[in-house]
T-cell receptor, first 115, second 114 residues
C-alpha cells in the first residue's frame, strides 16, 4: 500500500456521460498530480494541485476538470466522455512543501472504460 | 525544457542476464532524476532517485543507476535478471519551471525469459 488511495479501481461508462475519480494523497503530502496513461499516448501529465490551489496544467482537455479540497483529497471530473478517454488515470502525491525533488508516490489507478 | 528519452520500447533478456535500460536526459540545470517501475495493473513505484551527491545510486530489488553528466545519461542496471523483474520501467526528470513537476519518458517494457 503506497498510501495514496484512488477510487474506484474500475469504471465502465457510456459515451457522453460524466464521471468523478477520487484521490486521497499520502498523509502529509500537500501536492496532488493527475496523470493519464493510455497505450498510444503513454503517461501524460494532466494537472497539479498544491494545498488546494491549481499549480500546473498539462495536456488536460477542456472537458476535464479537477479540484483539491481542504482535507487535501482531490477529484478529477471527466465529462462528455468519448471512447478515446478510456485509459488508466493515476493520482500521485509528493512530500510536504510541494517539491518534486524526492519523487512522487503513486496510487494504483482508476481504469476507465468508455463504451 | 527538461525531457527524458528512453531508448528501446522493449528490452528482452534471459533470466540471470544483465539488465540495462537506457535513459538520456535534457536539462539546463542540475537534474533530479528518477526511475519508476510499473507492474501489470498497478501504479508506478519509485525504484531509485538521483538528487545530489554520489552518482551511483542504489535502489530497491537490486537495481542501480549511474548519473553521468558528460553523457547526459541515467541508465538503469541490474546484474542478474529475475522473472519477477518483468515490468514497465519509466525514467523521469524534475522540471525546473513551474512548480517542479516530473516529466516521464515513454517507458521501456522489460521481458524476462526463462
Amino acid at each position: 500500500d503506497s498510501g495514496v488511495t484512488q477510487t474506484p479501481k474500475h469504471l465502465i461508462t457510456a459515451t457522453g456521460q460524466r464521471v468523478t475519480l477520487r484521490c486521497s494523497p499520502r498523509s502529509g503530502d500537500l501536492s496532488v498530480y493527475w496523470y493519464q496513461q493510455s497505450l498510444d499516448q503513454g503517461l501524460q501529465f494532466l494537472i497539479q494541485y498544491y494545498n488546494g490551489e491549481e499549480r500546473a496544467k498539462g495536456n488536460i482537455l477542456e472537458r476535464f476538470s479537477a479540484q483539491q479540497f481542504p482535507d487535501l483529497h482531490s477529484e478529477l471530473n471527466l465529462s462528455s466522455l468519448e471512447l478515446g478517454d478510456s485509459a488508466l488515470y493515476f493520482c500521485a502525491s509528493s512530500a510536504a512543501g510541494g517539491s518534486a525533488n524526492y519523487g512522487y508516490t503513486f496510487g494504483s489507478g482508476t481504469r476507465l472504460t468508455v463504451v | 525544457a527538461q525531457s527524458v528519452t528512453q531508448l528501446g520500447s522493449h528490452v528482452s533478456v534471459s533470466e540471470g542476464a544483465l539488465v540495462l535500460l537506457r535513459c538520456n536526459y535534457s536539462s539546463s540545470v542540475p537534474p533530479y532524476l528518477f526511475w519508476y517501475v510499473q507492474y501489470p495493473n498497478q501504479g508506478l513505484q519509485l525504484l531509485l532517485k538521483y538528487t545530489t551527491g554520489a552518482t551511483l545510486v542504489k535502489g530497491i530489488n537490486g537495481f542501480e543507476a549511474e548519473f553521468k553528466k558528460s553523457e547526459t545519461s541515467f541508465h538503469l542496471t541490474k546484474p542478474s535478471a529475475h522473472m519477477s523483474d518483468a515490468a514497465e520501467y519509466f525514467c523521469a526528470v524534475r522540471m525546473d519551471t513551474g512548480f517542479q513537476k516530473l516529466v516521464f519518458g515513454t517507458g521501456t517494457r522489460l521481458l524476462v525469459s526463462p
